[in-house]
């Protein structure tokens, strides 16, 4: 923690050339919001407010707010709330991937702006909390994260629902058509039924989780329901904590470390969590220098099985996760393949936190690790030809059947291609076939939006066919299933090989090999990239956001990130 001098009002004093009129003016203009000064001379607690009236995900916010402000009252710090800007998956064009870095961004700037001695965030819908994190490691005053929540489940004719896997499985059906415009429509009012995030391990869930064993939310916050008094108690307890966490000056940078990184990417195999989770997890640990090695991860989940039985990988809800225990559950069955020494925001190390936990329970939502959902991570990194810098599988929710395939190639250009053809009925191809979708990564598309769900044609999902091998340089939601390759690296508006592929070609894919390989000579393919020329670049690309998007945004194996923001890599690596 600063001197007194440093501290509440007096941090980042707005420039006059006079420090003094500098604080006179700014307690003058804040006791206009009705402030003591005996308040004022108290901690300063910051809370990022992400409410938006477009995000249901963040209905709860104001709530979690005033119950942090109770937390930070109690402990005797001063709270004072700041919006920033707040992310929805389905209402960002083009997608909210394209708006993290943004966010990052914006979160950063307020804090470092703003007189703030540790910071509450306040997060939950997919892109948000990663951007609050990146945020928070950058800048690296205290920090602490709170996150909404998931939603609790919907019913529909007696069956439990849950966005948004539920959401893709019934859509499907609507266009194989089993579910007609009636039933589809009457089925949509049932998929999110209270504020909240998914309820499934979609990326949403998959952060709250990895924050949860990086250190740098308190213990059993990541899977408590939105609607629950407990998620108000724990708000509770994070403001109070806010206030020690000034006092002792414990920044982010002290609980990032590479080992929690490691933890953190050992917890996202053993959730089933979102092949998002990757992206995202290495884009926070690029802005401390950290850089993640993806061979490492991926030796990391030849051991590590899926130890959560939670849609889309099993079967249950992440209200079911909260009542077997929460996160603590799942860390103490990892345990021997953990780093307990790592520092929590608590202010004990993981270790202590879990001995310090109520003793677990018999269950069925998490497996013992000798008994486990998959035996192997939720996610396998590929390599080949087809995708030298990487690509990921979400094997736990793909289809065992499809590991080893080989198969032709139907490709398709863009988003715009693939939706035009997608389901013209004249297209030709069948159920071996395999679907390429390509400049659909982070400056193709641009924003990398999680188009690697990608359809299956609507002629061969008629006929029964619900699974296909996929491969793009997109995402893809983490409620989404299916054997299907994405991230593919580097992508195809860069010059990756994706961009060669042609219909036609033979693609083999070999999961246990970890090998994506496209069956074309070298020479062939040297012709090809001759003959390449750059996809057309998107319009309002001179101006703004979107051109310092293209301008600067990395590839996904150093996590989406802008380049201007990553300091150097120190030589670190996780896990």
């Known amino acids: 923690m600063g001197s007194d001098r440093t501290r509440g009002m007096r941090r980042g004093l707005t420039s006059y050339g006079d420090p003094a009129f500098s604080l006179y003016l700014r307690k003058a203009f804040i006791k206009a919001m009705g402030y003591s000064d005996d308040a004022l001379d108290r901690t300063i607690v910051g809370i990022a407010n992400t409410f938006s009236g477009y995000n249901a995900c963040h209905r709860n916010a104001p709530e979690l707010c005033e119950a942090i402000k109770r937390g930070v009252m109690l402990a005797g710090g001063l709270p004072v709330e700041f919006p920033t800007i707040s992310l929805h998956e389905s209402f960002s064009h083009p997608t909210s991937m394209f708006l993290r870095n943004l966010m990052a961004m914006d979160t950063e700037e307020m804090i470092r702006a703003q007189p703030m001695d540790s910071v509450v965030l306040i997060g939950g819908c997919d892109k948000t909390v990663p951007a609050q994190l990146m945020a928070a490691a950058s800048a690296d005053i205290p920090a602490i994260q709170v996150v909404t929540g998931p939603m609790v489940t919907g019913s529909y004719r007696g069956e439990r629902l849950g966005a948004c896997t539920d959401c893709r499985r019934y859509w499907g059906m609507h266009r194989a058509g089993d579910v007609d415009q009636a039933e589809i429509e009457e089925i949509s009012g049932k998929l999110a039924p209270t504020a909240g995030t998914c309820m499934v391990m979609g990326t949403a869930s998959t952060m709250a989780c990895m924050t949860e064993a990086l250190g740098m939310m308190l213990p059993d916050g990541a899977a408590i329901p ?6 108000l108690r724990h708000a509770e307890a994070a403001g109070r904590r806010a206030v020690a966490l000034a006092e002792d000056g414990l920044a982010p940078s002290k609980i990032m470390t590479s080992a929690a990184f490691a933890n953190a990417l050992r917890v996202l195999l053993a959730v089933g969590g979102s092949s998002n989770g990757l992206v995202h997890i290495t884009a926070v640990a690029g802005r401390l220098g950290i850089e993640v ?24 809800y992440m209200e079911d996760l909260q009542n077997a225990g929460g996160m603590t559950a799942v860390l103490r069955e990892l345990e021997p393949l953990l780093d307990l020494n790592c520092l929590t925001v608590s202010g004990k190390t993981l270790g202590e936190n879990l001995a310090a936990a109520p003793s677990s329970w018999e269950q069925s939502v998490v497996r013992p690790i000798n008994s486990p959902v998959h035996p192997q991570g939720g996610i396998a990194v590929l390599r080949g030809n087809l995708a030298p810098d990487g690509a990921i599988i979400k094997q736990s929710a793909a289809l065992p059947a499809l590991f080893k395939h080989r198969g032709h190639a139907v490709v398709f250009d863009s988003l715009e291609d693939l939706a035009a053809r997608i389901d013209d009925p004249n297209l030709q191809l069948s159920a071996d076939d395999v679907l390429v979708l ?6 193709g598309a641009p924003g990398m939006p999680e188009a690697g769900y990608i359809p299956i044609p609507k002629k061969l999902a008629s006929e029964g066919v619900n699974d296909m091998v996929r491969i793009s340089d997109a995402r893809m939601s983490g409620t989404a299933f299916g054997t299907v390759v994405l991230h593919v690296t580097p992508e195809a508006a860069v010059g990756g090989p994706l961009a060669l592929v042609r219909t036609g070609d033979l693609i083999e894919l070999d999961v246990e090999a970890r090998r994506l390989q496209l069956e074309v000579d070298a020479a062939e393919l040297e012709r090809r990239r001759a003959a390449w020329r750059p996809p057309r670049i998107p319009h309002g690309a001179s101006r703004g956001y979107l051109k310092l998007y293209l301008q600067h945004v990395t590839q996904a194996d150093r996590g989406a990130d802008f380049d201007f923001m990553l300091p150097p890599l120190n030589g670190r690596m996780t896990p």
């Not at 390509?438 to 400056?443: C, E, H, L, S, V």
Request: proline residues 8%.
């Open 226 to 231: 939105a609607i629950a008094a407990d998620r």
């Open 293 to 316: 090695d993806l061979e490492a991860f991926d030796r990391m989940g030849r051991e590590t099985p899926v130890l959560v039985d939670l849609k889309p990988s099993g079967q249950h």
């Open 438 to 443: 390509r400049n659909a990564g982070p400056k």
